[in-house]
T-cell receptor
Framework: QKEVEQNSGPLSVPEGAIASLNCTYS??????FFWYRQYSGKSPELIMF????GDKEDGRFTAQLNKASQYVSLLIRDSQPSDSATYLC???????????FGAGTRLFVKA | DVKVTQSSRYLVKRTGEKVFLECVQD?????MFWYRQDPGLGLRLIYF???????EKGDIPEGYSVSREKKERFSLILESASTNQTSMYLC???????????FGSGTRLTVV
């Protein structure tokens, strides 16, 4: 059974701090890695994807991938209350097709 | 922007009813998916389709079927609704060769 594991949280950080969200996966054949943000009562929206080892930055978001450790993380710099949401880690071995999702980490950013 | 539209936000159905959930996307995507989302379990794939009239089972297809008669429309059918099918149902689409889903707004189904 291919799995994607995330700490369910909640993770609570003060406004302006760095939020660090972590994810591990079991399938060594995984090629594509995604982070989705889901606000309460809404559907997930894609915020980051990464395919190669290392870091990928997009604004306040940085995705980090370590395939040897089967570990992917999302850093949110200068966290804002509007970042409060559930963050879903997702993994695919087929370029995004037929993706496996983690259960998500709830993030609270305190003003 | 790509738009994926699910016909209902909330549905309440009785046990044993046949239930149809509709999903339409407006960007000519080849691939469409149905997931259900439950607390603590994350999103689980029910069925997907990579072309018109083509369908593949996901991880939890039991009790469900799908129909894709037109490229833009992918329907999920609960043959005989049961209380354990109470869930949030999410439709998603993605074009071939690109990455990351676009999700619809979801249908929260309650079976009583």
């Amino acid at each position: 059974q291919k799995e994607v594991e995330q700490n369910s949280g909640p993770l609570s950080v003060p406004e302006g701090a760095i939020a660090s969200l972590n994810c591990t996966y079991s399938d060594r054949g995984s090629q594509s890695f995604f982070w989705y943000r889901q606000y309460s009562g809404k559907s997930p929206e894609l915020i980051m994807f990464i395919y190669s080892n290392g870091d990928k930055e997009d604004g306040r978001f940085t995705a980090q991938l370590n395939k040897a450790s089967q570990y992917v993380s999302l850093l949110i710099r200068d966290s804002q209350p509007s970042d409060s949401a559930t963050y879903l880690c997702a993994v695919s071995n087929t370029g995004g097709f037929k993706t496996i999702f983690g259960a998500g980490t709830r993030l609270f950013v305190k003003a | 922007d790509v738009k994926v539209t699910q016909s209902s936000r909330y549905l309440v159905k009785r046990t044993g009813e046949k239930v149809f959930l509709e999903c339409v996307q407006d960007m000519d995507h080849e691939n469409m998916f149905w997931y259900r989302q439950d607390p603590g379990l994350g999103l689980r794939l029910i069925y997907f389709s990579y072309d018109v009239k083509m369908k593949e089972k996901g991880d939890i297809p039991e009790g469900y079927s799908v129909s894709r008669e037109k490229k833009e429309r992918f329907s999920l059918i609960l043959e005989s609704a049961s209380t354990n099918q109470t869930s949030m149902y999410l439709c998603a689409s993605i074009p071939t060769g690109t990455h990351g889903y676009t999700f619809g707004s979801g249908t929260r189904l309650t079976v009583v």
